[in-house]
């Protein structure tokens, strides 16, 4: 499964500006640098708070994989007026002129 970076810091092997800050399966953050491959691992929380502290977190989040649309809170919708019905289609009148035949037809 491929982890999602939560912040970035310098890489502390390589110095690589934008080494990825991940979590690990126990949520602590470690780091893994994309440029010379290095993993640093916390393994305990004091590390972890100390990494999160330094790194610079990632505001925007791209998932790697499809997940659900996050929530955006909708604005309030205006309320509109129900559309009113269709006007009813104007009567049929009968033509100026009606055939004979149909007089006939209809007798
Ligand atoms: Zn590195």
């Known amino acids: 499964m491929k982890k999602t970076a939560i ?13 990825e800050v991940k979590e690990d399966k126990n949520v602590h953050a470690y780091i893994h640098c ?4 290095a993993q640093t691992f916390t393994r305990n929380a004091f590390r ?9 977190p990632v505001t ?3 998932a ?3 997940t659900a649309p996050a929530t ?9 007026p129900p559309a009113p019905p269709p006007a009813p289609p104007p009567a049929k009148r009968a033509a100026w002129f ?5 007089g006939v037809a209809d007798a």
């Open 98 to 102: 009606t055939p004979i035949l149909a």
């Open 60 to 62: 925007v989040t791209v």
């Open 72 to 80: 955006v809170p909708e604005p309030a919708a205006p309320v509109t």
């Open 7 to 19: 912040g970035h810091v310098n890489c502390p092997v390589c110095g690589f500006a934008d080494a």
């Open 34 to 37: 994309t440029d010379c491959n």
């Open 48 to 56: 972890d708070g100390q990494l999160r502290k330094r790194m610079r």
């Open 64 to 66: 790697d994989t499809v």
